[in-house]
């Protein structure tokens, strides 16, 4: 934090302080010169202060957000000046500008979090407390320099993201998943849970579509898992996506949906819309939460049933965690294949035991055996994603289900990653090993024509590092 001092000589006010000659003031100037973008937030947080109450006495909101950003841009500098000059605030134009800014951004839009959301390089916003934004990039979470008036601005904000999309977060409903109109996925928990005040998280959305051939320049996967991808999608596996929180699950859950055949009718569901396909034919459909009595929820379930009777070729649930499990498998079961999903686990095997438990709440009629029987039918391959210490994803595990052996689903490794060293960046090194041939897969491989593919893509014994 610069001194008073050096931001006096900054801001050019030179009163009160002992005389010094032009060349020692211009060597001093020089040295500190780079402190100036700290000076200017510093006027404009000042100034915000000193006017926000003032210029909200001055206009009407309910008329201002209906209006264009660039009228009452212009509406708002008139007001604006004529508050600076009458409270004697000395701005210059580029500060006045960029108050204006702040102005409106508190008014349309989501206030201090707009320069984070516009920042490519940011992945994730937590917003802990008014003075503790915490922002991911690159895998690295760091303190930001983002600042809320107080708990109250917090509120504010999240209430504005969730009455955008038709929702209410309140101390009677303090929990609440959102998502921003780009598609950024937002999770919002407020007191009494959240002792510390409002908390808001922020997945943003990315304005780049990743692909499978981006995956593997980027060494998240291997080029002939990247192949196999392609064959499983296009002969209609199912495929159930595991991995961590932030582990890069829908990121390949959108990537693997370029397989699919444009002229397929796809129905995705999930509890807030963030999905990415590619192809012309998609119903995308998203959960309600209960309204004030209580009434009107539309669970993940109730839009599963309703998927069966809309003549979908392939079924996508953004993510299972909870009953839906149930009907998820009926779906598979059913002639919905090429159905996908995503589970939160750490292996293959502990996703087929949240399946399994899933399922076990959702219903007591079925025991274990009759479960476990479900699930091996109706799951064919098992992706796990993870993210790695060196903030990486990759995938780590590609597994098919091979059936069920003394009343235990087994598994078959298909392709492991291994770490195989570390640069002095600290970024790990990773080989990705063929582990076995698809054996379950191979009869819908062969009847949808690609087994040949197949035998190319595949070469047992092949270790394929990562660029």
């Known amino acids: ?65 209906r209006m264009s950003r660039e009228k009452l841009s212009r509406d708002l500098m008139e007001l604006v000046v ?13 500060e006045r500008h960029e108050l204006i800014k702040q102005l409106l951004d508190d008014m349309l839009a989501l206030g201090p979090l707009e320069p984070l959301l516009a920042d490519d390089t940011v992945s994730e916003i937590m917003i802990n407390g008014a003075n503790r934004v915490f922002i991911e990039q690159e895998g690295k979470v760091t303190l930001s320099d983002v600042v809320f008036r107080d708990q109250a601005h917090i509120l504010a904000i999240a209430t504005r993201i969730v009455s955008a999309i038709g929702r209410r977060v309140d101390e009677s409903s ?24 409002p908390t808001i998280t922020i997945r943003k959305f990315s304005n780049k579509k990743i692909m499978l051939d981006t995956m593997v320049k980027l060494g998240s996967l291997s080029l002939p898992m990247a192949k196999l991808f392609h064959i499983l999608g296009q002969s209609r596996a199912n495929i159930l996506i595991s991995g961590g929180t932030g582990s890069g699950k829908t990121t390949l859950l959108n990537a693997l949906s370029q397989v699919i055949n444009v002229n397929e009718r796809i129905v995705t569901i999930e509890d807030a819309a963030e999905l990415q396909l590619q192809q012309p034919h998609v119903v995308r459909l998203e959960t309600r939460p209960p309204n004030l009595e209580g009434r009107g929820e539309v669970t993940m379930r109730d839009l599963l049933r309703n998927a069966l009777r809309m003549r979908p070729d392939r079924i996508i649930v953004g993510e299972t965690r909870g009953g839906e499990a149930l009907d998820m498998l009926q779906a598979m079961n059913t002639g919905h294949d090429g159905s996908l999903s995503t589970v939160h686990a750490n292996r293959p095997p502990e996703a087929l035991m949240r399946i399994e438990n899933m399922v076990g709440l959702a219903t007591s009629n079925l025991s274990s055996a009759a479960i476990r029987q479900q699930i091996a039918s109706a799951v064919d391959i098992i992706i796990q994603v993870c993210r790695m210490r060196d903030g990486s994803r990759r995938i780590t595990h590609i597994s098919e289900v091979t059936g069920i052996e003394n009343g235990t689903i087994t598994l078959q490794d298909l392709f492991v990653a291994e770490i195989a060293g570390e640069d002095e ?25 690609l087994d040949k593919q197949l035998q190319e893509a595949m070469t047992d014994g092949s270790k394929i590092a990562a660029a």
């Open 82 to 94: 004529e508050l600076l000059a009458k409270k004697q605030i000395p701005l210059n134009g580029p």
């Open 425 to 449: 960046n600290g970024r790990l090194d990773i080989a990705f090993t063929q582990k076995g041939f698809p054996e379950r897969c191979l009869s819908k491989i062969a009847y949808a024509g």
């Open 1 to 65: 934090m610069p001194s008073i001092f050096q931001q006096r000589i900054v801001s050019g006010d030179l009163s009160g302080l002992p005389d010094i000659d032009v060349e020692q003031l211009g060597r001093l100037a020089k040295r500190v010169g780079t402190l100036e973008p700290f000076a200017c937030r510093e006027r404009v947080a000042k100034a915000k202060t000193s006017l926000q109450d003032a210029v909200l006495d001055r206009i009407n909101v309910s008329i201002a957000v």
């Open 174 to 197: 303090p929990i609440c998943d959102a998502r921003l109109a780009d598609g950024s996925r937002v999770n919002i928990i407020l007191p009494p849970l959240a002792l510390d005040g």
